[in-house]
Every structure is written in C-alpha cells, then in structure tokens.
C-alpha cells in the first residue's frame, strides 16, 4: 500500500524557517504530481504548491514567494518555507498523485507571534 508520511513541522517563532519534508512509500505509479496543502482549524483544505514529475510547479497565492517546494528524488518532496507568519499556523499535509490520490496524515506548523 502507499504511505505518504510528512516531517520536519514544529513552532518557529515569526520571522522564522522551516522545511517540511515528505517521503511516499509504497507501490505508486510516477507519482505525477506531488504537493503541500494546508488547514488551518475551521478552514478548509487549500493548496500551497504542486509540483509534476516534468517539473512544472503551482503555488497558492498567499505564499507570496516565500515557500519552495522542491524534489530529491521521485517520492520525495520538500517544503522551504521562509519568513514565516502566524497566519501560516496550520496542519501542511503532502499529498501523492499516481493510479489514485494519497494524503500524508499531516504535520502541524505553528508560528508563534
């Protein structure tokens, strides 16, 4: 079965960095797409970025250029998020496209004002 396990969340203070990272094991076609999504508590799932096995990338408009998603291997993406902001306070859930669609069970990301 495929797993999708997210890491590297915590509390970073404003201002800070963080890099999440996400590792998808199992038998999974490609995938074609990997990316970040985020939900902040009463919201609702929105994405943060995509990026395909081509290379082309999607980034939510509320990053503002400060988050990178980048890819060290086919099942494996990461989440550079700088200059962060307590707004960006919520649960960063990686997400694997290939035969079907997986979620990780999410990393929460709290930025402390």
């Known amino acids: 079965q495929v797993q999708v396990v997210e890491s590297g969340g915590g509390l970073v203070q404003t201002g800070g960095s963080l890099r999440l990272s996400c590792v998808v094991s199992?038998?999974?076609?490609?995938?074609?797409?990997m990316g970040w999504y985020r939900q902040a508590p009463g919201q609702q799932r929105e994405l943060v970025t995509t990026?395909?096995?081509?290379?082309?990338t999607n980034y939510g408009d509320f990053v503002k250029g400060r988050f990178t998603i980048s890819r060290d291997a086919p099942l494996t993406v990461y989440l550079q998020m700088n200059i962060l902001r307590p707004e960006k306070t919520a649960v960063y859930y990686c997400a694997a496209f290939g035969e079907g669609f997986y979620w990780g069970e999410g990393t929460q990301v709290t930025v402390s004002s």
């Open positions: 199992g038998k999974i076609l490609g995938p074609s797409l």
């Open positions: 990026l395909t096995s081509g290379g082309t």
